[in-house]
C-alpha cells in the first residue's frame, strides 16, 4: 500500500524560501515518476514540477528557475526547494507518484498525498 506525508508547508513571506518534504512508504525508484502539484481555490490542480526515474525533470513555466525538485533515494523522500516566492504560489501543494505497470496494457497508478499549504503572503 503505497503512502505518500508531505510535511513543510507553512507561511513565508513574498522573496522568501521554502522546502517542502514528501516521505513514501517505499521506494520512489519503483515510481516511473515523482512530482508535485499545487491547486489554489477555485483553480484546477496544476503540475509544479515532476522528476522521472531517469533523473529527467520537467517543471511549470511559472516556477522554473525558482523552484528545485529533488529526491534522497535512501531515506525514500522527494523534495521540493522553492526559493523567491510569490503571492501567487498560495495553495495546497500535494506530492504524487505515477506508478506505470506493463503486463499486456499499460497499466498506469497515481498515488497522492494529502496535501499541504504554502501561503505567501507579508
Known amino acids: 500500500q503505497v503512502q505518500l506525508v508531505e510535511s513543510g508547508g507553512g507561511l513565508v513571506q513574498p522573496g522568501g524560501s521554502l522546502t517542502l518534504s514528501c516521505a513514501a512508504s517505499g521506494s520512489i525508484l519503483s515510481f516511473y515518476s515523482v512530482g508535485w502539484y499545487r491547486q489554489a481555490p477555485g483553480k484546477q490542480r496544476d503540475l509544479v514540477a515532476a522528476l522521472t526515474r531517469s533523473g529527467n525533470t520537467n517543471y511549470a513555466d511559472s516556477v522554473r528557475g525558482r523552484f528545485t525538485i529533488s529526491r534522497d533515494n535512501a531515506k525514500n523522500t522527494l523534495y521540493l526547494h522553492m526559493n523567491s516566492l510569490k503571492p501567487e504560489d498560495t495553495a495546497v501543494y500535494y506530492c504524487?507518484?505515477?506508478?506505470?505497470?506493463?503486463?499486456?496494457?499499460?497499466?498506469?497508478?497515481?498515488?497522492w498525498g494529502s496535501g499541504t499549504q504554502v501561503t505567501v503572503s507579508s
Open positions: 504524487n507518484a505515477l506508478e506505470r505497470i506493463r503486463s499486456g496494457e499499460l497499466i498506469e497508478y497515481n498515488y
